[in-house]
């Protein structure tokens, strides 16, 4: 088996990855504006999510702030999603890092759903996590009801892992947690 590739430094060069049809680029602030146009500010897009659609640009750019400042830290690494060619922000993944796990996490603006991207978008991530010596297992959580979410994580390689009760707040479903369904891929 090939050895893996040294632990790769979370600054902004390395971690662009290129699928058929995307490019996946560090976000930067000045995409606030963007991402609070196309998906921030959209209570369809953050339904099933941890988060309360963003009110302004400002709380796009704290958002923002923090995603940077941890992937400076080594503690999370994010890409957005671009266009292969030419101009637009279509959605963002996130890789939260802890001991030699990464938490997938994922958003795709509304305009963009049910033509494959997230999938596409996922397997690049996921080889990247894999392509990582610090990297033994990637996984993720889903709200019950977000079957889009349950089906695209299967499409992307991981496997289910069965249901986690009350395991999140959605707040724009509840207050309480939320039953959630696990998936993951330990790589050999
Ligand atoms: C979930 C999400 C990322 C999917 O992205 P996407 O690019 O549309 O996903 P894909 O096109 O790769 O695959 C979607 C699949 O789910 C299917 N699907 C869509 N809505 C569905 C639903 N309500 N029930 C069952 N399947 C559904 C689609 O038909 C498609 O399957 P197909 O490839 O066999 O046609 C996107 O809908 C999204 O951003 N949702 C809001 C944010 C979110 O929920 N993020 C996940 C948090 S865990």
Redesign the pocket.
């Known amino acids: 088996m090939p050895a893996k590739a040294p632990k790769i430094a979370p600054n902004q060069t390395e971690s662009i990855l290129l699928t058929p049809r995307m490019r996946l680029r560090p976000p930067r602030l000045a995409d606030a504006r963007a991402i609070f146009e196309t998906w921030g500010n959209d209570p369809v897009?953050?339904?099933?999510?941890t988060w309360v659609p963003s009110r302004s640009v400002v709380d796009t750019e704290v958002f923002l702030r923090g995603a940077i400042n941890r992937m400076i830290l080594g503690e999370e690494h994010s890409w957005l999603m671009t266009p292969r060619e030419g101009p637009g922000t279509m959605?963002m993944i996130s890789a939260w890092r802890e001991n030699q796990q990464a938490e997938l996490?994922?958003?795709?603006a509304r305009s963009?759903?049910?033509?494959?991207?997230?999938?596409?978008a996922l397997q690049a991530v996921i080889a990247w996590c894999d392509a990582r010596e610090d990297i033994q297992q990637v996984w993720?959580?889903?709200?019950i009801d977000?079957?889009?979410?349950a089906?695209?994580l299967e499409?992307a390689g991981l496997s289910p892992q069965g249901l986690v009760e009350r395991w999140s707040v959605h707040p724009n479903l509840s207050r309480q947690p939320r039953d959630c369904l696990a998936f993951a891929r330990i790589f050999a």
């Open positions: 897009v953050t339904r099933y999510l959605g996490g994922f958003v795709l963009y759903w049910n033509r494959g991207y997230m999938t596409e993720a959580v889903c709200d977000n079957l889009a979410s089906y695209v499409k």
